[in-house]
């Protein structure tokens, strides 16, 4: 069991610059997530794919956030024109089933 | 609107002590709640789910949780605290489709030794 698996770990980029992210569920995992956490919060939905479909779609997310899963296998996230506030630790998660999730280790984005 | 609220930010209790870290909802129609836990450094990892059924819920590691329906309350407990159980204790709730999923503000768990 490799786990899910989310690169790069950090990124450290300029505000304004794009950026994105990799996440790699485990590979029978039909159901992917991506969440966003801040210190002191818990993570917070973005987005959820249920294969290759995107099906939600936080209405708090700005539309310089995009995602895919283009298989459904591996899935991007990608942050457009990134601003001081888009730091954050980036969360994906896969499951099976509606209930248990598997979380990756995530990706610390710091914007400069 | 689902949601779920965790009172304390801090609990803090001996080794060999029972631990309780609360967590409270707030749903509309059936809960499905979740309990997590985040070491340091590493991701968040399952300990349980109520989802129907028996009250006291049983996970890994020792934990269970009580769902009281009548004070909207999924309690995550542990008879006898170990060093190792310090950690973020995060508490969940999804949406019926389990396309959602919401999570607390988290509990920092520290037992002394």
């Known amino acids: 069991d490799t786990g899910v698996s989310q690169n790069p770990r950090h990124k450290i980029t300029k505000r304004g610059q794009n950026v994105t992210f990799r996440c790699d569920p485990i590979?029978?995992?039909?159901?992917l997530y991506w969440y966003r956490q801040t210190l002191g919060q818990g993570p917070e939905f973005l987005t959820y794919f249920q294969n290759e479909a995107q099906l939600e779609k936080s209405r708090l997310l700005s539309d310089r956030f995009s995602a895919e899963r283009p298989k459904g296998s591996f899935s991007t996230l990608e942050i457009q024109r990134t601003e001081q506030g888009d730091s954050a630790m980036y969360l994906c998660a896969s499951s099976l089933t509606r209930n248990e999730q598997f979380f990756g280790p995530g990706t610390r984005l710091t914007v400069l | 609107a689902q949601s779920v609220a965790q009172p304390e930010d801090q609990v803090n209790v001996a080794e060999g002590n029972p631990l309780t870290v609360k967590c409270t909802y707030s749903?509309?129609?059936?809960?499905?709640l979740f309990w997590y836990v985040q070491y340091p450094n590493r991701g968040l990892q399952f300990l349980l789910k109520y989802i129907t059924g028996d009250n006291l819920v049983k996970g890994s590691y020792g934990f269970e949780a009580e769902f009281n329906k009548s004070q909207t309350s999924f309690h995550l407990k542990k008879p006898s605290a170990l060093v190792s159980d310090s950690a973020l204790y995060f508490c969940?709730?999804?949406?019926?489709?389990?396309?959602?999923?919401?999570f607390g503000t988290g509990t920092s768990l520290t037992v002394i030794p």
């Open positions: 969940a709730v999804r949406d019926w489709t389990g396309n959602q999923f919401y």
């Open positions: 749903v509309s129609g059936n809960p499905y």
């Open positions: 590979s029978e995992h039909n159901r």
